[in-house]
Each structure stands twice: as C-alpha cells, then as structure tokens.
C-alpha cells in the first residue's frame, strides 16, 4: 500500500458539486501528476463538509488547511506553494481559520467548535465510493459484534437504553420501534429505510446518503437481524442523483465483501438491500405512504393502526426508520447506550443534525447537542445574520413545524420543547429570517407547499388546506377583510384534529405559529393593508424623497415600465399606476432616495 | 393534445422499453421501476406509453394513469431540450427565488410546469435540491446556476437559444 504524505479532501456533496467541485478535482489530478507527486499526494472526493456557504472546500492534510470558494484557476497556486513547497495559501483559506499569523485546526473554527458529529462523523473525511476507508474508520464492526457476540434481544435492549428517538421528525422511541417488529408474528419481514427527505430546506439525509452511505447499510442490517428479517429496501428521492448513485455504488461494495447477501460472517445470516425510487410526493415520506409507493400504488397514506410494525410492506411486519436514525446506530452499539445517554438532554439524548440556511451568514450542515440553545447555533455556528439586518424568527420542522420569535431564542433544542412552542424537530431544517421576511407570507408559503403537497384522500387536508391557502392570498394581497383571521384559526383547529395523517395534522403550524406570535403582522395586513416587513408587493408602493433626488435620472433609465418621470437635476416623481413595483429604481439609486411604504 | 406521439420515430425506444417490461414482469412492486424507466427512455409518459405498460404488467390502464399523475416526477407532456428548473425550497424562496421565476416565465412566455412549442425548454418549480447554500438555484440540465438575480436570467437564457 502507499503511503502518502499529503492528502487533498475535495468536498463532493451536491452544494460544492454544483458548483464545479468535480472540476477541481480533475485540476488537482493533473496539476500534482504534473509536478510529478502523485506518488506523494492523494485527492481524495469525499461528502459534505457542512460549511456549505463557503463552497467548493477544499481541505490539506497533514496541516488541516482549510480552503473555501476555491475556483479552478486557484489550483495549480495551492499545489506549487502549499504541496510543493510547503507555503499554506493564505489568501484562499476561510476567514475564520485564520488567527493572526498561525492557522486554526478545523475544529477550532467557530462553525465547527460547538458542534459534535455523530451521525456526520465520516462526512467530508473518507471517500463514500470506497468501502474499504469505511472500513478503516471501524466500519462493519458494530455488524460484527452484533452477528457474533449479542443475541437480537440484547440488540434491542441497547438501542432502547440509549434513548434514541427518531430523527425523522416524529422523535418515536426507536428501540420500541424495533421490539414491536420484533416481536411481530410473520414468516417475512423488511426493513425499510426512509429516505424520501421531502421538507423544503433540509438536505441532512442527503449529505449522509452521499458521504458516508455505508453506516446506513450496515445500521439496516443490524435491524434485520434485531427483528429477524432478512430483506431491506431504500427509499430514496429521484432528486438526489449523487446520493442514489453512491448508495448503488455502496451496495455493490458490501455485497462483493460479503457484508451483504448471504451468511454474512459466516454466521449464518442473511441480509440484502435495494434501492427504491421516489417520484417526488412529499406525502411519501409518511411510512404508511412510503410503503403504498414501493408497492407501486399512489403514495396514499392509510389509518393507522395497524401500525407497520404488525402490517407493513405487503401485509408484513416492518421496521420503517429514517436515514439520520439508522447513521446513529453503529455508534451507539460500538460505544454502548451510556455514552449516548451523556450526550444531549435526559429527554433527547444524543445530537441533531440541522440544515441552517435563509438568513444567515453560515449557510450549511451542522450537528449539534440536543438541548444547545437557538442562540449557540444562529449565532455562534450560524455566524449569525447578513448585512447588519435584524433576527426575526427561525422556522424549524418545515411543512409541519412553526416559526420561533428573536424572544424565545434561548430555548434548548430538544423534541418536546419545540413542540411546546407551536413549532417541532421535524427532520431538521432550519430557516433563518430577518426583519424583511414577511411572516404572513411565509405561512403562506408553508400553505401553497402542502396543497400542492395535499395527496387528497382525506377531505379536511384537500379541502381545508386549500380554503387556508386562499385566505392568506387574500389577505397578503391586501383583500383581507375582518374575521379572515379568526376563519384562518377555527379552519386550522378543525384540520389539525381531524386530517388523516401527518402531513395534514401538522399543515396547520406554520400558520398557528405565526398567528401565536406574530398576530399584529396579520393585523397589519388585513386593518391597515399594510406588510409590517415590506415584502407583500401588492400592499407595497414606492416614492422618491424629494429632498434627497438629485435628478440624475438612473432611475427613470432603469424603470423597466417608464413608470419614472422628471425634469434632468430636478426631483422625479413615481406614476403608482404604472409601477410594477420591481425594486429596481431603489437598488440603483446612488443616493438612496427612494424608498418603499 | 398539443404533443403527437410519433410510432415510427420512437421505434427503438418502443424495443427498449418492452426489455424493461419483461424484465421486471411478475416482481413485486414492478409499477414504479418501470415507469422511471419509461420515462428516462421516451422523456414523458404519454398514454401510448401508460398502454403499453398496462398490457405489459397486467395492470389496468387507470391505475397506471392513476400513479403517473400521482408523483409530480413523471410528466404526461414532453419535457423540453433545455429543462428550467427553478428551486422553490424555503431557503431559495426567502432568497427571492419567485422572481427568478417571474423573469423566466416572461422572458420565454412560459407557465410552470410547461413546455415550450418548438420543445426547446420547459419550467419546473422544483422542490428543494438541497444546495440551498447556494439559494436562489436555477438548474437548466446539468448546469446549476446559483446566488442568482433576477437581472442575469437574459444573459444565461441566451446560452441555451442559438
């Protein structure tokens, strides 16, 4: 084997991918063949890691030097200063990894200090196409120790006494989970991964899909041999093309090892797994849904009980976990219950994986705590807002979740707590938003999301959501008329305590949370037909201070509708009926005199 | 319906898509395989397509169409050359994605989820893609297009007009 003295991490998850990591890579390769260290030097294509804002990253081993945004042309700089002569490029290095003259070892960055990778630990360090770096990280163990040291009760017993719950969103106790399908009579049963991540925002389940695709494959097949099944199946997006294609890859691998298929180290078990693709039905990542849409039907949910657990895919006992749930497995039998209990809070021990993004300066992934406080993760790894705007709220738990106000900041994230507060865990995204984000609209952004999202079999989620929908178009397109509001509450209870499944039960949080805590918006809207935030266009109109016009006339040359009119050096006037409220006068103003009312 | 399905032209997808068929004849679970496969040979699922595969698999032709409408992947209409899709994920959208959107359908005369006549582009609002640290996306085929203004939209348009 070789052995290399530097490595060269290039991050291959989708954010960096898209834009043009795999180009990077490709100049890396040639430029070290080049300078002839390819024999010295590995590139090494690994997943995401996390700090997606600063992307494409780029990260040198031995010294840990972190390089973000960095462009093709940047290349052959790093690899004739930093690989041949040992100079760290400064100038490409992320801004926080610098610290005066030395440079900071990632883990000492802010985005990364408060964090703890569980389910993330091999994310953006090994190569998820090579089962063997898996491997060399303690890979397969927990499967070995599992198949030839506990017996499947004993199995159980430590995912249940590690307090793991669910990190879908629902946060359902995983080890009972496991012991209901276990003890579940039936003469077949499955295993199902549910990877149909569907909340507009969140991409953690992707990241470990693409980065580290084999703890998720050895997690399954732990399962199978806790509930005695012997087949499991993933569902996963058809939009996630890296990850289906590295899962594929995965599987291949594992099988070719004989840590897939049959009599796995030698024991005498046997367990396979396929890929299923999804077709873009957010409803589906309801486990009764999921299950219709592997079984070729419209992705419907149906009543539960019976709960997949006694009648699942087919008619049969199924265990039906999410891929964030599963990545913590391994772990968790490799280490034991008690340290899993020492992290996180009594209630929700372990970590959360996020997706922080919307208004804040560090965009990406990160895994934290459970019981860190909003403020640690907005501010301290988030970096907090851009532009010198103010925080305004933070929406957790997508589609089903709610919006947390700039007051309640300091509440530890946990399961139960966000769900007190009107919001929930929910698979994990996190949106931030400022002072110019409209809560009126964003609840109904959350609402045109789940009536297009809506599959129609129970009427209060296809007619109520949609009659919800059309009275927040009303009303944020200043048509709002007295007792909207009150119509909005009395059809949100009505929805929430007689929908089907949880796509409905939920569809109502983001407006319930929003008229908890931002009432007066929605007041503002309807009494006033005024958007407090100034982004609801229709209740929008723009002016031009006279004092402050010089007639430079930029503005009536930009206005797309000629809508601007004045005398050279004298103040200009807006026609409001003309104005198509575009925004592009006030953007090109040099002297800031327009604004919008 | 504005697309005719072409016989003669699509002969040797025909022969592809009766492989898939056979192939995955008798497995459980077979509907949805086979249609992501249909669809990535002919590009749509027209209902020649849904009939073929309802004689093929033994299902009733309703309950294919059933499905295909169900799952917004799978599309009744030919997708156009050059596919727009503009991500309308929380992140994108609270980075002003919806006037990206606008830009788009004015600039090509075009609705959401339509295709233009002469087949070169057609407008999907996607779900999240998930490089909301990119937001606002716009993807067109394999190139994305990210930290987008509404202003630059012409500009890259015009790459995909000539």
């Given at each position: 084997?070789?052995?290399?003295?530097?490595?060269?991490?290039?991050?291959?998850?989708?954010?960096?991918?898209?834009?043009?990591?795999?180009?990077?890579?490709?100049?890396?390769?040639?430029?070290?063949?080049?300078?002839g260290l390819d024999k010295e030097v590995k590139v090494v294509r690994t997943g995401c890691f996390g700090l997606?804002?600063?992307?494409?990253?780029?990260?040198?081993?031995?010294?840990?030097?972190?390089?973000?945004?960095?462009?093709?042309?940047?290349?052959?700089?790093?690899?004739?200063?930093?690989?041949?002569?040992?100079?760290?490029?400064?100038?490409?290095?992320?801004?926080?990894?610098?610290?005066?003259?030395?440079?900071?070892?990632?883990?000492?960055?802010?985005?990364?200090?408060?964090?703890?990778?569980?389910?993330?630990?091999?994310?953006?360090?090994?190569?998820?196409?090579?089962?063997?770096?898996?491997?060399?990280?303690?890979?397969?163990?927990?499967?070995?120790?599992?198949?030839?040291?506990?017996?499947?009760?004993?199995?159980?017993?430590?995912?249940?006494?590690?307090?793991?719950?669910?990190?879908?969103?629902?946060?359902?106790?995983?080890?009972?989970?496991?012991?209901?399908?276990?003890?579940?009579?039936?003469?077949?049963?499955?295993?199902?991964?549910?990877?149909?991540?569907?909340?507009?925002?969140?991409?953690?389940?992707?990241?470990?899909?693409?980065?580290?695709?084999?703890?998720?494959?050895?997690?399954?097949?732990?399962?199978?041999?806790?509930?005695?099944?012997?087949?499991?199946?993933?569902?996963?997006?058809?939009?996630?093309?890296?990850?289906?294609?590295?899962?594929?890859?995965?599987?291949?691998?594992?099988?070719?090892?004989?840590?897939?298929?049959?009599?796995?180290?030698?024991?005498?078990?046997?367990?396979?797994?396929?890929?299923?693709?999804?077709?873009?039905?957010?409803?589906?990542?309801?486990?009764?849904?999921?299950?219709?849409?592997?079984?070729?039907?419209?992705?419907?949910?149906?009543?539960?009980?019976?709960?997949?657990?006694?009648?699942?895919?087919?008619?049969?006992?199924?265990?039906?976990?999410?891929?964030?749930?599963?990545?913590?497995?391994?772990?968790?039998?490799?280490?034991?219950?008690?340290?899993?209990?020492?992290?996180?809070?009594?209630?929700?021990?372990?970590?959360?994986?996020?997706?922080?993004?919307?208004?804040?300066?560090?965009?990406?992934?990160?895994?934290?705590?459970?019981?860190?406080?909003?403020?640690?993760?907005?501010?301290?790894?988030?970096?907090?807002?851009?532009?010198?705007?103010?925080?305004?709220?933070?929406?957790?738990?997508?589609?089903?979740?709610?919006?947390?106000?700039?007051?309640?900041?300091?509440?530890?994230?946990?399961?139960?707590?966000?769900?007190?507060?009107?919001?929930?865990?929910?698979?994990?995204?996190?949106?931030?938003?400022?002072?110019?984000?409209?809560?009126?609209?964003?609840?109904?952004?959350?609402?045109?999301?789940?009536?297009?999202?809506?599959?129609?079999?129970?009427?209060?989620?296809?007619?109520?959501?949609?009659?919800?929908?059309?009275?927040?178009?009303?009303?944020?397109?200043?048509?709002?008329?007295?007792?909207?509001?009150?119509?909005?509450?009395?059809?949100?209870?009505?929805?929430?305590?007689?929908?089907?499944?949880?796509?409905?039960?939920?569809?109502?949080?983001?407006?319930?949370?929003?008229?908890?805590?931002?009432?007066?918006?929605?007041?503002?809207?309807?009494?006033?037909?005024?958007?407090?935030?100034?982004?609801?266009?229709?209740?929008?109109?723009?002016?031009?201070?006279?004092?402050?016009?010089?007639?430079?006339?930029?503005?009536?040359?930009?206005?797309?509708?000629?809508?601007?009119?004045?005398?050279?050096?004298?103040?200009?006037?807006?026609?409001?009926?003309?104005?198509?409220?575009?925004?592009?006068?006030?953007?090109?103003?040099?002297?800031?005199?327009?604004?919008?009312? | 319906?504005?697309?005719?399905?072409?016989?003669?032209?699509?002969?040797?997808?025909?022969?592809?898509?009766?492989?898939?068929?056979?192939?995955?004849?008798?497995?459980?679970?077979?509907?949805?395989?086979?249609?992501?496969?249909?669809?990535?040979?002919?590009?749509?699922?027209?209902?020649?397509?849904?009939?073929?595969?309802?004689?093929?698999?033994?299902?009733?032709?309703?309950?294919?169409?059933?499905?295909?409408?169900?799952?917004?992947?799978?599309?009744?209409?030919?997708?156009?050359?050059?596919?727009?899709?503009?991500?309308?994920?929380?992140?994108?959208?609270?980075?002003?994605?919806?006037?990206?959107?606008?830009?788009?359908?004015?600039?090509?005369?075009?609705?959401?989820?339509?295709?233009?006549?002469?087949?070169?582009?057609?407008?999907?609002?996607?779900?999240?893609?998930?490089?909301?640290?990119?937001?606002?996306?716009?993807?067109?085929?394999?190139?994305?297009?990210?930290?987008?203004?509404?202003?630059?939209?012409?500009?890259?348009?015009?790459?995909?007009?000539?």
């Open positions: 084997m070789n052995i290399y003295r530097a490595h060269v991490l290039i991050c291959g998850g989708t954010g960096c991918t898209s834009s043009s990591s795999d180009k990077i890579q490709n100049e890396f390769e040639l430029k070290i063949k080049e300078k997606c804002e600063a992307g494409p990253i780029v990260i040198v081993y031995p010294e840990g030097a972190f390089y973000s945004h960095v462009k093709v042309e940047d290349v052959e700089e790093i690899v004739e200063e930093h690989l041949l002569k040992g100079r760290i490029v400064k100038r490409l290095l992320y801004k926080d990894a610098v610290e005066e003259d030395t440079i900071k070892s990632i883990n000492e960055v802010g985005f990364y200090k408060k964090q703890k990778r569980i389910a993330l630990r091999n994310c953006g360090v090994i190569n998820p196409e090579d089962i063997n770096e898996y491997i060399a990280f303690d890979g397969y163990m927990a499967l070995g120790k599992v198949l030839t040291e506990m017996t499947p009760e004993e199995v159980i017993q430590v995912v249940k006494d590690s307090g793991l719950r669910g990190r879908g969103g629902g946060g359902f106790p995983t080890g009972l989970k496991w012991e209901f399908t276990a003890k579940a009579q039936g003469d077949q049963k499955y295993v199902l991964c549910n990877a149909d991540e569907g909340d507009p925002g969140a991409f953690m389940d992707r990241s470990i899909l693409e980065g580290d695709p084999h703890s998720v494959l050895e997690a399954m097949a732990i399962a199978g041999y806790a509930i005695g099944a012997n087949q499991g199946y993933i569902y996963v997006r058809v939009e996630y093309p890296i990850a289906v294609q590295r899962l594929e890859i995965a599987i291949k691998q594992a099988r070719e090892k004989g840590l897939l298929g049959k009599n796995i180290f030698g024991t005498g078990f046997d367990f396979d797994i396929e890929v299923r693709l999804g077709a873009g039905a957010f409803v589906c990542g309801e486990e009764t849904a999921l299950i219709a849409s592997i079984e070729g039907q419209r992705g419907m949910p149906r009543n539960k009980p019976p709960y997949p657990a006694n009648k699942g895919l087919w008619g049969k006992p199924t265990l039906i976990n999410n891929v964030e749930t599963y990545a913590n497995i391994p772990q968790i039998i490799l280490k034991g219950a008690e340290w899993f209990r020492s992290i996180g809070t009594e209630k929700s021990p372990g970590t959360k994986v996020f997706a922080l993004g919307g208004k804040i300066n560090n965009t990406g992934l990160v895994e934290i705590p459970m019981g860190t406080t909003l403020r640690e993760v907005i501010y301290e790894i988030g970096g907090g807002i851009p532009n010198g705007k103010k925080f305004k709220a933070v929406q957790t738990g997508g589609p089903s979740g709610g919006c947390i106000p700039a007051d309640l900041i300091d509440t530890p994230i946990e399961f139960d707590t966000l769900t007190e507060l009107g919001s929930m865990m929910g698979s994990g995204g996190m949106i931030v938003m400022d002072e110019d984000t409209c809560m009126v609209d964003i609840a109904r952004f959350f609402l045109d999301f789940t009536v297009e999202e809506s599959c129609g079999k129970c009427p209060p989620c296809r007619i109520g959501t949609k009659r919800m929908l059309e009275i927040l178009e009303k009303i944020t397109s200043g048509k709002g008329e007295p007792g909207d509001i009150e119509k909005l509450e009395k059809l949100a209870n009505t929805i929430k305590s007689a929908s089907l499944c949880g796509l409905g039960q939920t569809a109502p949080n983001p407006v319930l949370s929003t008229l908890k805590y931002f009432r007066h918006e929605y007041e503002a809207h309807v009494n006033e037909k005024r958007c407090p935030a100034g982004s609801c266009k229709s209740l929008l109109s723009y002016h031009i201070q006279e004092d402050l016009c010089k007639g430079c006339t930029v503005c009536a040359k930009v206005c797309p509708v000629g809508a601007i009119s004045g005398e050279r050096k004298s103040p200009h006037v807006i026609d409001q009926d003309k104005c198509i409220k575009c925004g592009a006068c006030l953007e090109k103003c040099p002297f800031n005199a327009i604004v919008k009312k | 319906m504005e697309f005719k399905f072409n016989w003669e032209e699509n002969k040797d997808k025909i022969e592809e898509l009766k492989k898939v068929i056979e192939e995955n004849k008798g497995k459980k679970g077979a509907l949805m395989p086979v249609l992501h496969e249909a669809q990535r040979i002919f590009g749509y699922l027209p209902i020649e397509v849904q009939r073929m595969i309802s004689e093929g698999l033994n299902i009733p032709l309703a309950e294919i169409y059933g499905v295909a409408t169900f799952y917004s992947q799978f599309s009744l209409i030919p997708k156009g050359k050059y596919q727009i899709g503009v991500c309308l994920g929380t992140a994108c959208y609270v980075k002003g994605a919806q006037a990206i959107i606008d830009k788009i359908k004015e600039e090509l005369k075009l609705e959401v989820g339509g295709t233009t006549k002469d087949r070169k582009f057609s407008l999907q609002a996607t779900r999240c893609i998930g490089a909301c640290g990119l937001a606002p996306v716009m993807t067109i085929n394999e190139d994305v297009y990210g930290r987008l203004k509404a202003d630059e939209i012409p500009a890259i348009l015009k790459k995909y007009m000539e």
